[in-house]
Each structure stands twice: as C-alpha cells, then as structure tokens.
C-alpha cells in the first residue's frame, strides 16, 4: 500500500524560507518520479515542481530560482525548499508519485499525501 506523507508547513512572513517533506511508504522514491503541487483557496491545484528518476527536474517559471528539489534515497524522502516566500505561495502542498518506474519524466499519478499547509503573511 502506497503512503506519502508531507510535513513542515507552517506560518512564515514573506521572504522567510520553509522546506516541506515527503517521505513515502510502499513506493521507491527514488525509482519513481514525484512532484510537488498546492492548491491555494478557490484554485486548481497546480504543480509546482517534479524531480524524474534520474534527477532531471522542473520548476514552474514562478518557482524556478526560489524553490529547490532533493531527495534522500535512504530515507525515501523528497523535499522542496523555498525561499524567499510570498504570499501567492499560500497553499495546501501535496506530494504526488508516479506509478511508473524508470521513466525519464514524472507524469502524475493516483498516490497523493494528505498536504501540508503553508501560509505567508505578514
């Protein structure tokens, strides 16, 4: 059975840094791309970065230079650093788990964790 769980949200002020973990249960994260999304309220959930298999990574164009993927095979855990936070990054932030193994790419999948709030407000 397939878990994902998120951690480290929380309440910071714009320029303030977080990182968010997801460690998975069931599925190898480090043969199986994830990504990260959120959904801020009234909005569609939207990806906000994935990391393939074999490391290739993505970050949507307002991410891209704040926000920064590792992983850690041991512990089969992905992370997602961000920094200097705004406000427009205020979401519930869920890690996802491509079912595929091996694929040079991360396309969605079914496994979702249960999110971890992020709020940025002065």
């Known amino acids: 059975q397939v878990q994902l769980l998120e951690s480290g949200g929380g309440w910071v002020q714009p320029g303030e840094s977080l990182r968010l973990s997801c460690a998975a249960s069931g599925i190898s994260l480090s043969t199986n791309g994830m990504g990260w999304w959120r959904q801020a309220p009234g909005k569609q959930r939207e990806l906000v970065a994935s990391v393939a298999p074999g490391g290739s990574m993505h970050f949507t164009d307002p991410e891209r230079g704040r926000f920064a993927i590792s992983r850690d095979n041991a512990k089969n855990t992905v992370y997602l650093q961000m920094n200097n936070l705004k406000p427009e990054d205020t979401a519930v932030y869920y890690c996802?788990?491509?079912?595929?193994?091996?694929?040079?790419?991360?396309?969605?999948?079914?496994?979702w964790g249960q999110g971890t709030q992020v709020t940025v407000s002065s």
């Open positions: 996802n788990v491509d079912p595929i193994p091996f694929r040079s790419w991360y396309a969605q999948g079914d496994y």
